[in-house]
């Protein structure tokens, strides 16, 4: 069955999902649930939680394929943004915030956790960090707590110690310069990965 | 919160690490500036670079979505209809007229369960119309034996609307529960004929009774969140929806 859809395009798939092609979600799935799981188990530090917002990113793809634009970014860029975005708002409910800083506090203890340790497998991954650990380093340690910490820009402002404008001012550079830094090293930005 | 101020927000918007009101004063603000929305999906493409895995999703993990798919199918679910206009569905790419036509035939499948009950509706019309210089109308409207009457209805239960349409195309939409529009957005009325979905008219962030007409017979209504000043084609989900067939 998947044959059907192998070499389809994402926009495509969203069209045949919007016909409620399952193949179609099925091909989808494969392409980018290990990005989505990746992005919601790296957030939410819980396999549970996790797999639960892998499942409500595909079935919203699923109900809702119109809500998808291809003319405003990839299929991944678009399931990534509704997996961090519900990984944020689980992680803001403040037991969910607590549980993982005490699972992070454990796993430190026990394994000298390593956040950069655990998706940067390939070499594309490599290619990415590269570009990450060229920013200044106040640009990537924002980016870092905004992104994979689920922290707003006022709690990052805290957490560094900085003024609240500095920090919004230091993501968006550094978002800006990454962008650059990416295509510097080879990799196309808005493509799929 | 002025120009320059919401643009410094751009990226810490685009990893959503902004509160819910800048959040709300974004949205906006990119809904009318295409320079920042550009800004804003170039920034989410980048963090799905640093998202990158090449670690497969967990085994098993399909299987579930996929039992939860029979479980649960597209007609039933949460996720409605696109609604878009007839003017809009020819300028838009051939792919995508297609797969919203499908998806609105299938919100009206799915609305037909929904019964009605027209006694119980004009008990609710009369005490939600009560005061509001349109409420009498909409009660006699209710009264009038060849008007079709249906409940716009969440399936969650936080939108209720009733809605009656007479034989000569006079509508009335008495709102029951309809919370107020975000900052910014306003509500929106819809028919849907067969294949087709048309905008009734733009009803504002915090409606009270409202007239509408409506050429030739509708089969459904539904009400859309939009920005505010509506939208001639729109992608968001219905908030509530109603079958008149």
Same mark, same amino acid.
């Given at each position: 069955m998947r044959d059907d859809f192998a070499d389809s395009s994402d926009a495509s798939l969203v069209v045949a999902i919007g016909r409620y092609r399952q193949d179609a979600l099925a091909?989808?799935?494969?392409?980018?649930?290990?990005?989505?799981?990746?992005?919601?188990?790296?957030?939410?530090?819980?396999?549970?939680?996790?797999?639960?917002?892998?499942?409500?990113?595909?079935? /919203?793809?699923?109900?809702?394929?119109?809500?998808?634009?291809?003319?405003?970014?990839?299929? /991944?860029?678009?399931?990534?943004?509704?997996?961090?975005? /519900?990984?944020?708002?689980?992680?803001?409910?403040?037991?969910a915030r607590r549980a993982r800083e005490e699972r992070e506090a454990r796993q430190t203890a026990e394994s000298g956790y390593d956040l950069e340790h655990e998706v940067w497998d390939l070499a594309t991954a490599d290619?990415?960090?590269?570009?990450?650990? /060229?920013?200044?380093?106040?640009?990537?340690r924002a980016i870092e707590l905004a992104y994979f910490g689920g922290y707003t820009y006022r709690d990052v402002a805290v957490l560094l110690a900085e003024p609240e404008g500095t920090i919004k001012g230091r993501i968006r550079s550094g978002l800006k310069r990454l962008r650059a830094e990416l295509l510097a090293a080879g990799i196309r930005i808005g493509e799929p990965a | 919160m002025n120009d320059h101020e919401i643009e410094e927000l751009l990226g810490a918007y685009a990893l959503d690490a902004v509160d819910d009101d800048e959040r709300r004063v974004v949205d906006a603000y990119i809904a009318t500036n295409p320079r920042a929305r550009e800004e804003v999906t170039l920034h989410r493409e980048?963090?799905?670079?640093?998202?990158?895995?090449?670690?497969?999703?967990?085994?098993?993990?399909?299987?579930?979505?996929?039992?939860?798919?029979?479980?649960?199918?597209?007609?039933?679910?949460?996720?409605?209809?696109?609604?878009?206009?007839?003017?809009?569905?020819?300028?838009?790419?051939?792919?995508?007229?297609?797969?919203?036509?499908?998806?609105?035939?299938?919100?009206?499948?799915?609305?037909?369960?929904?019964?009605?009950?027209?006694?119980?509706?004009?008990?609710?019309?009369?005490?939600?119309?009560?005061?509001?210089?349109?409420?009498?109308?909409?009660?006699?409207?209710?009264?009038?034996?060849?008007?079709?009457?249906?409940?716009?209805?969440?399936?969650?239960?936080?939108?209720?609307?009733?809605?009656?349409?007479?034989a000569d195309g006079t509508g009335y939409l008495v709102p029951h529960k309809l919370p107020p529009a975000a900052d910014g957005h306003t509500y929106q009325l819809w028919g849907v004929?067969?294949?087709?979905?048309?905008?009734?008219?733009?009803?504002?962030?915090?409606?009270?009774?409202?007239?509408?007409?409506?050429?030739?017979?509708?089969?459904?209504?539904?009400?859309?969140?939009?920005?505010?000043?509506?939208?001639?084609?729109?992608?968001?989900?219905?908030v509530a929806v109603g079958s008149l067939s």
């Open positions: 091909e989808a799935y494969r392409r980018h649930a290990g990005a989505v799981h990746g992005l919601a188990r790296r957030l939410l530090q819980d396999q549970a939680l996790a797999e639960e917002v892998v499942q409500e990113v595909f079935l /919203r793809l699923w109900n809702n394929p119109e809500r998808f634009d291809p003319d405003r970014g990839t299929l /991944r860029s678009y399931l990534l943004a509704h997996t961090h975005g /519900r990984s944020v708002d689980l992680l803001r409910a403040e037991g290619r990415v960090r590269g570009a990450l650990g /060229r920013l200044p380093d106040g640009e990537r | 980048v963090a799905t670079r640093l998202a990158f895995s090449g670690a497969p999703a967990p085994a098993g993990l399909w299987d579930r979505i996929a039992a939860s798919l029979e479980e649960q199918p597209p007609s039933a679910a949460v996720g409605l209809a696109p609604v878009t206009s007839l003017l809009e569905q020819r300028r838009r790419r051939r792919r995508w007229v297609v797969g919203s036509l499908s998806a609105a035939a299938a919100a009206v499948v799915a609305i037909a369960f929904l019964s009605v009950e027209v006694v119980h509706l004009n008990d609710k019309v009369e005490r939600s119309a009560a005061g509001d210089p349109l409420g009498r109308g909409a009660v006699a409207a209710m009264s009038d034996p060849s008007a079709h009457i249906t409940d716009l209805a969440s399936k969650d239960g936080a939108y209720d609307v009733t809605a009656v349409v007479q004929s067969g294949k087709n979905v048309v905008s009734l008219g733009v009803l504002g962030a915090s409606p009270s009774v409202v007239s509408f007409h409506t050429d030739g017979k509708l089969d459904a209504l539904a009400v859309t969140e939009e920005q505010a000043g509506g939208v001639a084609v729109s992608k968001q989900a219905p």
